[in-house]
């Protein structure tokens, strides 16, 4: 075991630095939607002119083809240079294409994988349904097949940027009468078909970057079906495997950033001299540090065994209930001015009212809790 | 000995619920209208324990819990406070400092603040015309002052005791909304063919949540009781009532977001509104260390 | 609402003080299991004599006949006297002898009534089996009547004071072939009958107070059945509300002292400089008074309705996680004296050791949650 | 960059445990024989970063690991250490020191304890014959001293990290231990007609022990390799690592007597014994504040 990097994974993290240093651009990404779109779409272009979209793609869809510790070198030096969040790319970049990757024809993958990565294409989620949020099993949008097309109908929602994305990976029923994990379908569905209305949802952070998707005959040539009819659920969770490789380190990186700050800040205010709040901030920092070593770990399980160990669901659960506690410190150290907070407003305060999505979002704490107690312990199901 | 509500006290509890679920629904919290603070006036809760009715703090305290669980609006707690002490009829601002900086809150038709300094009331003069903001609280303004503006204290000590009281009566409130709120949908919420109420992981976090508001309501009676009956230790016991509603207040709320999972994240649920509020009031005289250490 | 208490009762309290002042003993309730049951049983008999044993017992059992206030203050006075816990005689006057007042014949409450309160009889619980400890319908000991006779055989487990007992509150299976709450029934067990073998467990605080209790063939009067046979299960549950009207008294006074002296600890050995420290100390104090606010408020209630309110189940779960963080502070002011604890030793480490037992024994916390939810809440019923 | 183990790690790793299972099971924690020490010896394991096998400190982590989860002999600890920073041939026993006290673990036939004084590891000299007691561990004896005797400081102030990561290399071996039992437990014990380990209660206080231990053994890892590759944030690395894994070792071990119920409480069943091993390496030069705030 050691924390070392070769000399060519060095030499690649200095490239990396000196790219990000030259071209992070000097302005926020813009806070309105819209504009938002402009940037991310620009911004995800150049980083493909330049060679950095799709380090450990394939190389024959776009990508670099390199290793996975490469793609961990460029997301550090990505967070340590404060790149602009890649925004509404995440989809597609993040889960979209990597699903994509593992699932899809030929014909699939020529076409949409290159377009994901220069930023052609945005993509959107469209798995949960007010009732199928935490049980993914619960799905109740369906598609009836005529001829060589989808009829679909239903609704999905807690879709992020589903009023600008072009393409969305919708998960429906396709077999008629089917229950739970059987007869789901994983779908490459085009936004831009009649008969799809996206209504935006308002957080109480204030942003509406999520929506809830309607289908009225909704259709969808069958061609667009990922994995073969009736996969849906086994093509979704392989995804989360993959995600789960790289997916820890952005956050890791960013949390590591977090605690710093946040230490010079109750040093700069003095609050550091409370022993309750210096003790807090010396336990994130372990913590902190804890979860690079796990998602360390866990990439080095996958370069030696190709899967993610089933200790990911930990870093999971742990990364999300962390990343609340930063979060809930970073406006304790903000004192009073959290009452002037409003709607449009970016900063500490949205970045804790947006945090509670952490433990709800892509499986709640309470089902991470499940699936460590039965998948790693082995303990009886209890659903 | 007893610290039960009487047959009038629950009266009046419940004819405060009732009046609040008609008139101040908290559906509507994000849209008052200005007519209702003269209506609440007009009830006489923030005047219970003034010169005209002389009800005591146990029974303030009730109904105040009842107001919270509606998020009543914040200027009645100060205005309950300014009508025990110094004794006027109109709508008194909230006011909370933090080194020279004062915030006001719930201004509009206010002439006046009232917030506590080292632990001593304090009536802040406001000029006629306030420059508001939103605040994180969507049921609540806020203008700020870089430098305090002219002020007196009251001379009864007993009134910053007073306001963290009824602040914590407040913070129960909020507590058993968001409880009742998170008990309410894990009843009718299905996921994996049942109520997530079935589920332990969802009914141990109500019941924690039961739990805490339980605890904070019986030592907010108790701290009452000590202010009527002018206890030495009267303010040792608000100052716990205060620190244990905090806490219920903003743990049931982020709880009770838990509970309702994807639409608690939402503005137009409910569940954050009782979060905001808990964040509100927490800076409410929030109970020292100190004052909870303090010999009796 | 009001906290004061009347004249009359504030009369009552000075008979207490006065007395608890001028009786209890100056030496320590000792430690050896033998010579305690000696001290138990004199000092039981001394309160007695003195009028302070069953202050709201039946006048006509021997106990005063006054009201739960009384009893309140009586206990108030007696934890504040630091008089000795009264050992052995805990559940004939705390469970057994309520269990009697609500349920049992006139026969039955005439003969064993005074004789608890007297210190003569020597009561030991047998709820609890190997196979069923949280859960109590799970009990498979079971007695067939013969004649007048019941035939006992099983075993009962956690047992406290089972080698000295003279009788024991015994619930058993009396239907053969019942499931669950039907068919059990609450027995008297005299524990000199022929057929019953003790065997004391250790506990990890090196004391064995308590014990396994074996039935082979045990034959038992019909006579003594309680409540009537089959109905085990309600004789059980009504002694709950009872203890919990006032059980929890004794531990709110012993908290409250607790809290005081780990302050005076703290402040003595510097630590309370730690704001950790003093912060948790803070927060604990806020506690133990709530805890006594909500005693008081559950007193109230049985006053006024004769029933104590569903919350008693609430004040049962917080002051046992509460008094096991209290535990846990004084062991952390102790420093690395806690290595030097060793069996026989009767400190803050022994008390934190056995301290464990509050969120285990008669029903734990998770039980306790499941109760809260359901009862309080009324969430659907999980098991 | 590679924090799995390696094929010859993980042999030593399974061996270790294959010799702990067969000479040294938990079951016989409490009557251990004199015995026992020169085989622990034998197997080399209070030498392994010394000159003559000159392994890291990671494979030595990995190893401690799983002899903590036996509950081995804490004289491991001290004694490795010695090893490598002031080679001899023979047992060290562990000190503890607080104020002018100093606690001498596990000293019988131990000429000498080691133990940290201001972040400073030093060597104690014994005398001949120690006055021995039970200790709060069963596995350990203590003997008390009012003065401390004769000592040195080691002359490598990276002595006293080795110390640290060792101590907590034992103390996620404990967290690891507490973790299988509660789960083996939940697995076999029935209450309401089924394994207690299908209830979410069990089951997430089970999942929560796994998390625990994860992220300290992580952390374990991680340090270990800190300290191998003398890199400038070691002592920050092996403090973390050490906070995480005693907090792991505490609260799993708490959490496992829960599971457990009414067995895990007495003195028979085995799960107080990793609850007071718990305790014991916490005072092993527990985790500062300062140092895990310290800058890089």
Redesign the interface.
């Known amino acids: 075991?050691?924390?070392?990097?070769s000399p060519d994974?060095a030499r690649f993290r200095d490239e990396c630095r000196e790219w990000l240093n030259a071209n992070v651009p000097t302005e926020k990404r813009p806070i309105d939607a819209a504009e938002a779109i402009v940037f991310d779409k620009a911004w995800q272009r150049q980083l493909f002119d330049a060679g950095w979209a799709g380090i450990n793609w394939p190389s024959e869809y776009g990508g670099r083809g390199l290793s996975i510790?490469q793609q961990v070198i460029w997301l550090e030096e990505y967070a340590k240079a404060h790149a602009p969040w890649i925004g509404a790319n995440f989809v597609g970049i993040n889960h979209g294409g990597p699903t994509l990757i593992l699932n899809a024809s030929e014909e699939q993958k020529a076409w949409h994988l290159p377009r994901i990565l220069k930023g052609e294409s945005i993509w959107c989620q469209g798995f949960?349904e007010p009732?199928?949020?935490?049980?993914l099993a619960?799905i109740r949008t369906h598609g009836r097949i005529e001829g060589d097309e989808l009829i679909v109908n239903g609704s999905k929602?807690?879709t992020s940027f589903a009023h600008v994305a072009d393409w969305q990976e919708l998960v429906l029923r396709t077999e008629e009468g089917s229950r739970r994990h059987a007869g789901l379908s994983w779908v490459i569905c085009d936004m831009h078909t009649p008969g799809i209305t996206v209504r935006p949802?308002?957080?109480?952070s204030?942003q509406t970057e999520f929506a809830e998707v309607f289908y009225d005959d909704v259709r969808i040539p069958l061609a667009n079906v990922v994995g073969g009819l009736g996969n849906g659920w086994k093509v979704a969770m392989s995804t989360l495997s993959f995600e789960r490789g790289t997916g820890f380190i952005a956050d890791q990186v960013k949390q590591s950033q977090e605690i710093e700050e946040l230490?010079a800040t109750a040093r700069a205010n003095g609050r550091?001299a409370?022993?309750?709040i210096?003790?807090d901030?010396?336990?994130m920092?372990?913590?902190v540090?804890?979860?690079?070593?796990?998602t360390?770990?866990n990439?080095?399980?996958v370069?030696?065994t190709g899967q993610p160990g089933p200790?990911a669901s930990?870093i999971r659960?742990?990364t999300s209930e962390l990343g609340q506690r930063l979060e809930r410190m970073a406006?304790r150290l903000k004192?009073?001015?959290?009452?002037?907070?409003?709607?449009g407003d970016d900063d500490e305060?949205a970045d804790y009212?947006r945090g509670?999505?952490a433990?709800?979002?892509g499986g709640?704490?309470?089902i991470?809790?499940?699936i460590?107690?039965?998948r790693?312990?082995?303990?009886?199901k209890?659903? | 000995m007893d610290l039960t509500p009487n047959d009038d006290q629950i009266a009046l509890v419940s004819a405060t619920a009732d009046w609040c679920r008609d008139h101040m629904p908290l559906e509507n919290a994000r849209s008052r209208s200005r007519d209702l603070w003269p209506q609440i006036d007009a009830m006489g809760w923030a005047s219970m324990t003034g010169p005209e009715m002389e009800l005591d703090h146990a029974t303030e305290a009730l109904v105040f819990a009842e107001l919270g669980r509606f998020l009543a609006p914040v200027a009645l707690l100060s205005s309950a406070v300014a009508a025990r002490w110094e004794p006027r009829q109109v709508k008194v601002a909230l006011a909370v400092t933090e080194g020279r900086m004062l915030r006001v809150l719930d201004g509009s038709d206010a002439s006046a603040a009232l917030g506590v300094v080292d632990r001593r009331a304090m009536l802040f003069d406001l000029p006629a015309a306030l420059s508001a903001q939103p605040s994180l609280d969507p049921t609540v303004t806020v203008a700020r002052f870089d430098e305090p503006p002219s002020a007196h204290a009251l001379a009864d000590a007993r009134a910053a005791l007073h306001l963290q009281l009824v602040a914590a009566a407040f913070a129960v409130g909020c507590a058993d909304a968001a409880r009742d709120m998170a008990a309410g949908y894990a009843l009718i919420r299905e996921q994996f063919e049942r109520p997530i109420g079935w589920f332990q992981a969802i009914k141990h976090m109500c019941a924690d949540m039961a739990v805490r508001a339980a605890v904070a309501r019986s030592q907010l009676y108790y701290a009452a009781c000590a202010l009527d009956s002018n206890a030495d230790e009267a303010a040792f016991h608000v100052a716990a009532a205060k620190r244990l509603a905090d806490q219920a207040a903003l743990e049931n709320s982020r709880a009770n977001i838990q509970v309702h999972g994807g639409i608690g994240m939402t503005d137009e649920a409910l569940p954050h509104l009782c979060l905001k509020r808990a964040h509100l009031l927490q800076f409410v005289i929030p109970a020292e260390r100190s004052a909870l250490l303090a010999s009796a």
Chains 1, 3 share one sequence.
């Open positions: 075991m050691d924390i070392g990097f994974e510790v949960s009732g199928a949020g935490s049980d619960g929602i807690w949802i308002r957080k109480m204030g230490i550091i409370d022993d309750c210096a003790d901030l010396a336990q920092r372990a913590e540090a804890a979860v690079r070593a796990m360390y770990r990439i080095s399980e370069m030696r200790e930990v659960l742990f406006v004192g009073a001015a959290m009452l002037d907070f409003q709607y305060v009212l509670f999505a433990t709800i979002a709640s704490a309470q991470q809790r499940d460590i107690g039965e790693l312990l082995g303990l009886p209890s659903r």
